[in-house]
């Protein structure tokens, strides 16, 4: 069968407080995403990315794109039986001043490309690859949760598409597949 992909064709937004997230019409997959922290790593210049996959390899620009904590917090994880698995060799860890991984960062925003990580893992769930832009400001898990469930409910804001032919498929996807002629 042809592979199915999921379009949007409208906006779709969903906000709380000050953290938001967003789908627009895009043809192709673009990922726009803000963090902010209240600490001295999470500089102005590092805290924004764009990723647009017609132009950006997933595996050299975020795939390597590490979660983070903060050891203040460890404890507290550990104790409700959280971030078992984790250590410096698979999180980035910081004090109340810098990064306690001796190697240091493998991006120098590496913390936002690890926000767009999961924002494509959470995406993914939707089950088809998808056409179009996501924007987020602080978002996180349960808000990205939140925005595929409102597209859901929009059935205006989407249109599933296969594609006939090699030049109508969005560059940002090199895996296409034909519609049957």
């Known amino acids: 069968?042809?592979?199915?992909?999921?379009?949007?064709?409208?906006?779709?937004?969903?906000?709380d407080g000050d953290k938001w997230?967003?789908?627009?019409?895009?043809?192709?997959?673009?990922?726009?995403?803000?963090?902010?922290f209240p600490h001295p790593?999470?500089?102005?210049?590092?805290?924004?990315?764009v990723i647009d996959f017609?132009?950006?390899?997933?595996?050299?620009?975020?795939?390597r794109?590490?979660?983070?904590?903060?050891?203040?917090?460890?404890?507290?994880?550990?104790?409700?039986g959280l971030g078992l698995g984790g250590s410096l060799q698979n999180a980035v860890v910081l004090d109340d001043f810098r990064v306690l991984n001796a190697e240091g960062l493998r991006y120098d925003n590496e913390f936002v490309k690890h926000k767009v990580l999961d924002a494509i893992?959470?995406?993914?769930?939707?089950?088809?690859?998808?056409?179009?832009q996501y924007m987020a400001f602080k978002s996180g898990h349960g808000l990205n949760n939140a925005l595929a469930r409102a597209l859901l409910q929009r059935p205006e804001?989407?249109?599933?598409?296969?594609?006939?032919?090699?030049?109508?498929?969005?560059?940002?996807?090199?895996?296409?597949?034909l519609a049957p002629a």
């Open 1 to 15: 069968a042809a592979k199915k992909y999921l379009r949007i064709v409208a906006p779709v937004e969903v906000r």
């Open 21 to 36: 997230a967003r789908f627009d019409p895009w043809n192709g997959f673009k990922l726009d995403f803000t963090i902010d």
């Open 41 to 49: 790593m999470f500089g102005s210049e590092n805290r924004q990315v």
């Open 54 to 63: 017609a132009e950006h390899s997933y595996v050299r620009e975020v795939a």
């Open 65 to 80: 794109a590490r979660t983070f904590g903060f050891m203040q917090d460890v404890e507290a994880l550990r104790a409700a």
């Open 121 to 132: 893992g959470d995406l993914y769930l939707l089950g088809h690859p998808l056409i179009g």
């Open 157 to 177: 804001a989407f249109e599933m598409v296969t594609f006939r032919a090699e030049d109508d498929v969005p560059t940002a996807f090199q895996d296409w597949q």
